[in-house]
Every structure is written in structure tokens, then in C-alpha cells.
């Protein structure tokens, strides 16, 4: 079955700390590929999208995402993380251009000051 | 920004009884709208596609008739979860995009805040 794999479930970073969240999935086909963040008490916020094109992908905030097709990986990075970058972050995948999202089960990281 | 909203946000209900879940898109015509279920510490699955005018499409494993959904209006879809149970509770999320735009599915699915369902 198709699957999206976050394998951290909890972080916890002092401030400018590098960060490397990984995600994973299970489909060999075309995908698209996004990370969204969810800031206490928000709504989920698209940080970044990969369609096709470079597979290096920045985004908002400072956060880039690198696709590796070869690993079924879309880690996301951000050199050095703040106070404010705690948040729960997930990772979703589009398979074959359809309009589904499947999301990995969540990251929370914890950025301590 | 698009704005998705969802109302109520918090709702406790007495087993066996209904519950009306709104999701609307404030500043943005949407066509598709999504619903999703999230229970804690998990990800967010997949309910149902509802399209503007027609009928919902629904995934694997989940009950149309449990959980009806309404997208009357470009900007409303409604999840109605019927006769709930305890194991209804859980965090329904919403999202919703606008497939007419330049780009299709290509867009951006914009999230509602989420409604937390507890049921006694």
C-alpha cells in the first residue's frame, strides 16, 4: 500500500541548531511532494512543494527540502532553526498527479530559546 | 491569503445523536473540498472528495451513510457525521482548492483550523 514515513516523531533543538526532518514513501510512480507546518493553535501552512524541476526546493521561512527519487526521500532542512520554528511539520505525497493527499503521521519539533 | 474556516471548533455530543460540520472558504470560490481525520499522534487521513454539485467521493473503509457530506455552494461543504459513537471522536479537518484556476491540480489546498469531535 502506498505510505508516507516520518521517521522522528519528536525533535527538540536549542536555537541555531540545524535541523533535518526525514520523510519517506512507498510508490514507485510519478509524485508530487510537500511539506506543511502546523504552529500551535493554527491551521496547516504549505511550507514547500516539489512538482518537478530542481529537486533542491526552497520555501518559506528559510526551510528547503531536497528530493532524492533514487531514496523515495523529500528530507526537509533549515540551516539554523528559532524559537518560532516550533511546530508539528508534516510531510504529504501526491501520487500520479491525482488530487490526494497522503500525509506522514507528524513531527513535532520543540525549539528550545 | 485564502481562509478556510470550519465551525464549530470544539463539539461534544451525546452518543447516538448528529453533528454538523461546516467548512467554508471565505475569499476563494472552491470546486473541491477535502475532509480529513486525524486521530492523535497520527496523520491526517483522507475522508472524502466533495465536488461543488455533485456527489462526494468517498475512500476505502469509510461509511458514506455514517458520514454525509453536502457541497451545495462553491464556498460551504458540510460533514455530517450521524448517530455518533465514542469511536467518532476524533479531529475532522477540511481543506479546499479551486481546480479552475490556471495550474489545476497543481493548486494549493488551503486548511480549515479543524473540529474536534468528543463523543460522551
Known amino acids: 500500500a502506498q505510505s508516507v514515513s516520518q521517521h522522528n516523531h519528536h525533535v527538540i533543538l536549542s536555537e541555531a541548531a540545524s535541523l533535518e526532518l526525514g520523510c519517506n514513501y512507498s510508490?514507485?510512480?510519478?509524485?508530487?511532494l510537500f511539506w506543511y507546518v502546523q504552529y500551535p493553535g493554527q491551521h496547516l501552512q504549505l511550507l514547500l512543494k516539489y512538482f518537478s524541476g530542481d529537486p533542491l526546493v526552497k520555501g518559506i521561512k528559510g526551510f528547503e527540502a531536497e528530493f532524492i527519487k533514487s531514496k523515495f526521500s523529500f528530507n526537509l532542512r533549515k540551516p539554523s532553526v528559532q524559537w518560532s520554528d516550533t511546530a508539528e511539520y508534516f510531510c504529504a505525497v501526491m501520487m500520479d498527479s491525482s488530487y490526494k493527499l497522503i500525509f506522514g503521521s507528524g513531527t513535532r519539533l520543540l525549539v528550545r530559546p | 491569503g485564502a481562509v478556510v474556516s470550519q465551525h464549530p471548533s470544539r463539539v461534544i455530543c451525546k452518543s447516538g445523536t448528529s453533528v454538523k460540520i461546516e467548512c467554508r472558504s471565505l475569499d476563494f470560490q472552491a470546486t473541491t473540498m477535502f475532509w480529513y481525520r486525524q486521530f492523535p499522534k497520527q496523520s491526517l487521513m483522507l475522508m472524502a472528495t466533495s465536488n461543488e454539485g455533485s456527489k462526494a467521493t468517498y475512500e476505502q473503509g469509510v461509511e458514506k451513510d455514517k458520514f454525509l457530506i453536502n457541497h451545495a455552494s462553491l464556498t460551504l461543504s458540510t460533514l455530517t457525521v450521524t448517530s455518533a459513537h465514542p469511536e467518532d471522536s476524533s479531529f475532522y479537518i477540511c481543506?479546499?482548492?479551486?481546480?479552475?484556476?490556471?495550474?489545476?491540480?497543481?493548486?494549493?489546498?488551503?486548511f480549515g483550523p479543524g473540529t474536534r469531535l468528543t463523543v460522551l
Open positions: 481543506s479546499a482548492r479551486d481546480f479552475r484556476l490556471a495550474g489545476g491540480i497543481y493548486n494549493e489546498q488551503f
Open positions: 510508490y514507485g510512480g510519478t509524485v508530487n
